[in-house]
């Protein structure tokens, strides 16, 4: 009697445990499967050593391999060894593209690093046996500069420039490295960026006619002038006075001058008429048309 006490007792906890959970699922709509986000798509970018002037190549190994270590830290950046499966030295930005190209890389950082040596004479003392020894001290000066460019477009994205002592040359490199940061944000927001910033799309808008002040502003002036040589039957009751006559006229018109299609004119006319008929013996014209 205990063991089937037990084993209802079970079968009720086991229940009271299950059915939540169905409950649970049937009220959540069917989604389909579930897809952990897509990785972000990082920036292959290849990098060339930089180029020393009168730099030492010790040195020279220093800088680059605190830009790798640095360039590294970036988030969205995949780097390419731009002088390694082929590659070759690069310091100007066309071959920089081609190679990254053929690297099949998105980006290229390239550039040089120059020291420059100042000496200076100093006295070690003022006074005494000290003011006559003098101390040689030679300054070294580095010049790091470094460009980055999309190697799809050939455009420089980034152009920047340091000056430092030997015992600064970490720092310089970190912040060089910190300021090419903005051109390694994601893909999917740096386009939502270059969509909100370009040219709102062009929508079709209905042809309008022109008014007139657009009219004449896009028509030429066209001056029109003429001689020629005319006669007149007179009809009517002005036949009663005057015959069949000869004459000239002048004309001279302007098209545009206002408006698009408009014509004014001018006209001048002389007649010899026969005297036959009367006493008139000439006539004049003047007409003025628009």
Do not use: W
Request: some cysteine; overall charge positive; aromatic content about 8%.
């Amino acid at each position: 009697m205990i063991r089937y006490i037990k084993l209802i007792l079970c079968a009720a906890a086991l229940t009271a445990a299950v059915i939540p959970v169905l409950r649970g699922q049937e009220n959540v709509p069917n989604q389909g499967v579930v897809r952990a986000p897509a990785a972000v798509q990082s920036y292959r970018t290849a990098f060339f050593d930089l180029k020393r002037y009168d730099c030492p190549a010790t040195a020279g190994r220093r800088i680059n391999r605190r830009f790798l270590s640095q360039l590294l830290r970036l988030p969205n950046i995949s780097l390419v060894d731009g002088e390694g499966k082929g590659g070759a030295p690069c310091h100007e930005s066309g071959c920089a593209v081609a190679i990254g190209r053929s690297l099949g890389s998105d980006r290229a950082i390239y550039g040089f690093v120059s020291v420059s040596r100042n000496v200076e004479k100093k006295r070690l003392g003022t006074a005494g046996a000290e003011k006559y020894i003098l101390k040689v001290e030679t300054r070294e000066t580095y010049r790091i500069g470094i460009k980055l460019v999309d190697v799809q477009s050939g455009a420089l994205l980034a152009s920047l420039n340091e000056e430092t002592g030997p015992e600064g040359l970490e720092g310089a490199v970190d912040r060089m490295v910190a300021a090419l940061g903005p051109h390694y944000r994601p893909r999917e927001a740096t386009q939502a960026e270059e969509q909100a910033c370009g040219e709102p799309p062009i929508e079709p808008q209905k042809e309008t006619p022109p008014s007139a002040g657009e009219e004449a502003a896009g028509s030429p002036v066209r001056y029109h002038a003429s001689l020629c040589f005319s006669f007149m039957v007179p009809a009517g009751s002005f036949g009663d006075v005057s015959g069949f006559s000869l004459g000239n006229v002048v004309e001279g018109s302007v098209t545009g001058l206002f408006m698009e299609r408009t014509d004014m004119r001018l006209s001048l006319g002389y007649y010899y008429l026969s005297s036959t008929r009367g006493d008139v013996s000439s006539y004049r014209s003047l007409c003025a048309a628009l």
